[in-house]
């Protein structure tokens, strides 16, 4: 007969014992790869079957803010900076990698959120939530980059080798949205402030990144830029998908390796206060 | 095998009363867990804090069954939702070995725009089953649900027995250690509810079972050990399955309620001599069941009759006292004082309440019908799942 796994429950937190923790932590995490997937699929089939548009709604968004802007550039209302690609291009990578960007960022708290019923009455890896949401910010990922390749090729600018590299730059988007979310995440899911202030500051934070408007050459709206650890995640993504050299290397791998450290640190929260949140919750 | 599966030592948790103080309490649950200092200042109560669960403590074999008991609000699922770890403990400790297994929220997850085959698959693997074992199961899973015509239709079209139906099969579809049941028993229909208490009647041989449930006849025939909660703690526990139920029973609060009043009021009611205050009468079964009221007539009632009818702790009218020629109460001074005696009683142990009803014999108007008019608990030794265990000789032929 196999070794009965044996589960205790006490008050003291798991951090008492914390080779314990880390071995639980990845045997719920390969646990729930499976229940992950299932519940993407489940909810991005349930998201398109009642729709006609079904997956073009994936860069609606996107397509319409593009327009937004060449149409304010174009009229002359704003004053865009010059840019070494077509300024649609520009706008076009920049909002697919912001909206990727944003997603990853908000979907821990709307993922918890909405599967706080199942989390409150049923015991399951929780990881699974959170993978889950990932799955689908791949899928709806995957959808954008086709539409990006296509227009690329309309154009007709040749990302080359870079291309290759392009995937590591939605990953890395991916995991520095889904490290700050899953942070906020606990809180967010006491208090409903978390969510409306992300979102307000989700829209500063677009016009100091690299999204709309390029780089600016001098002043403090270019060290505005400079401090924002997205600057380099975007330039590089955009760089690698339009045959440009990343400028600044050195300060991606920089904000990955944190982002990494952070996303850790992010889960290990994560899994502490799910047992506070629920019981915070009703059944 | 005999080994012991759960075990809960002195298990305490509290909650609070007001929504905000909730959340600021679990932000500061929320720094201390996370600096790894959880267990302090956790057997003092914060403002607005309560003990929803006190001190509990038990042992559960496999094969036991434990029947958890109480009135709404007095613990039992806090106590399961901690046992099933979705909470934890603020003092004590819980030790459960094996695969654990919930019958608690069915049909949890289900997306209502999906099919139900689809929902299967996402069901199942909440509960921890994989690809494989799901494919190897999903056939026996739409038969036991009996669902095999609709199961490619959006579950939002199911009917809401059905989706408890499906939610139940894929539940008990897991073979686990411990089996915690949360009122399941109430769903579907007659049908599917024998079939349901066949696959536990499977489940439990093998497995500990903690089960949640408010209906006394299903406790007693699965329950091998009892625990009565009563805010938060253990009012009765151990093998006494029966003490236990009639404890429960005795709890509930009598507080007749008039339905419906005329020209007549009750003044006293009396249950074998003993005057009904609030308590629950007790009563032998076989005993003879005597009730006498004292009653206030109008004048102008010159002649009355008098019929009961008697109720089980569900409110389901289980039998009446009612003569196919009704003798008259002759009305001469406004005091009138009758007795009924019902020889034998043979209602099943559990608590029944009376309704009192007077009709004017002459016109044929009802005067007054009292629910709950008075309450008696019937002792007896089994406990059994209708209002009656009749009485009968059984003889083996030669």
């Not at chain 2, 289980?318 to 001469?332: C, G, K, S, Y």
Request: glycine share 8%.
């Amino acid at each position: 007969m196999p070794p009965v796994p044996v589960t205790v429950y006490s008050p003291d937190s798991s951090l008492h014992n914390p080779l314990l923790m880390l071995r639980d932590m990845f045997r719920d995490l390969l646990a729930g790869r499976e229940l992950a997937w299932r519940l993407a699929v489940r909810d991005i089939n349930a998201q398109y079957r009642q729709s006609i548009l079904g997956i073009l709604w994936a860069f609606v968004g996107p397509v319409t803010s593009t327009a937004t802007w060449l149409f304010l550039s174009g009229a002359g209302i704003i004053n865009v900076g010059k840019t070494e690609l077509p300024y649609p291009i520009y706008v076009l990578t920049g909002t697919m990698i912001w909206s990727i960007f944003t997603e990853a960022l908000n979907a821990p708290l709307n993922q918890t959120r909405s599967a706080s019923g199942m989390l409150a009455k049923l015991n399951f890896p929780r990881e699974a939530v959170i993978i889950s949401g990932i799955y689908q910010i791949l899928f709806n990922a995957a959808i954008k980059v086709v539409l990006l390749l296509v227009s690329l090729l309309v154009v007709g600018i040749n990302p080359g080798w870079g291309l290759l590299l392009f995937p590591l730059g939605i990953l890395s988007l991916l995991l520095v949205g889904t490290s700050l979310g899953l942070l906020i995440t606990p809180v967010g899911m006491l208090y409903s402030d978390v969510g409306r202030a992300v979102a307000v500051l989700l829209q500063f934070l677009m016009y100091v990144s690299p999204v709309i408007f390029p780089l600016p050459k001098s002043g403090w709206a270019l060290t505005l830029f400079k401090l924002n650890p997205l600057t380099p995640l975007i330039a590089t993504t955009r760089d690698w998908l339009t045959g440009f050299p990343p400028a600044d290397l050195g300060t991606f791998l920089a904000v990955n390796g944190v982002a990494l450290l952070l996303l850790l640190i992010a889960w290990l929260a994560y899994r502490l206060s799910m047992p506070i949140i629920i019981e915070r919750m009703s059944a | 095998m005999s080994d012991t599966l759960i075990k809960v030592e002195g298990v305490s948790k509290k909650f609070c009363r007001s929504l905000k103080r909730s959340l600021w309490y679990g932000m500061q649950d929320l720094g201390s867990e996370l600096l790894g200092q959880r267990h302090s200042r956790n057997d003092q109560l914060r403002l607005n804090e309560f003990w929803a669960v006190k001190d509990v403590s038990f042992e559960l074999k496999r094969g036991e069954c434990l029947g958890l008991i109480g009135c709404n609000g007095a613990g039992k699922s806090t106590l399961l939702r901690m046992l099933n770890g979705l909470i934890k403990p603020d003092s004590g400790r819980i030790e459960m070995r094996g695969k654990i297994g919930a019958l608690i929220a069915l049909g949890a997850g289900f997306n209502p725009i999906l099919s139900g085959r689809e929902n299967i698959y996402v069901n199942a693997s909440i509960i921890g089953l994989g690809k494989r074992e799901i494919d190897k199961k999903i056939d026996e899973i739409i038969d036991f649900a009996e669902l095999s015509e609709f199961i490619d239709m959006p579950v939002q079209n199911y009917s809401s027995g059905m989706q408890v139906r499906l939610g139940f099969a894929v539940a008990s579809s897991l073979n686990p250690d411990i089996l915690l049941l949360d009122e399941v028993m109430a769903v579907g229909d007659m049908n599917f509810a024998i079939k349901c208490f066949n696959r536990m009647d499977r489940l439990i041989k093998n497995t500990a079972v903690i089960f949640v449930s408010h209906s006394m006849p299903q406790v007693s025939r699965i329950a091998s050990d009892v625990l009565l909660m009563e805010r938060g703690a253990a009012l009765v526990q151990g093998k006494g399955v029966a003490e236990g139920i009639d404890a429960y029973y005795g709890m509930v609060d009598a507080i007749p309620n008039f339905a419906l009043e005329g020209a007549v009021s009750i003044e006293t009611i009396a249950i074998n001599g003993e005057p009904y205050v609030k308590q629950p009468i007790v009563v032998r079964r076989l005993e003879d069941l005597r009730i006498s009221c004292r009653l206030q007539v109008a004048p102008e009632h010159r002649r009355v009759s008098l019929y009961l009818a008697f109720y089980n702790i569900e409110q389901t009218n289980v039998a009446e006292f009612l003569e196919d020629e009704p003798t008259a109460i002759v009305n001469r001074s406004g005091n009138v004082k009758v007795t009924v005696t019902i020889p034998r009683v043979n209602f099943s142990k559990g608590t029944y309440s009376l309704v009192v009803g007077i009709n004017d014999l002459d016109t044929g108007h009802i005067l007054m019908r009292i629910q709950s008019a008075a309450f008696f608990q019937v002792i007896g030794k089994r406990a059994v799942w209708s209002s009656f265990q009749l009485e009968g000789r059984l003889e083996q032929l030669p």
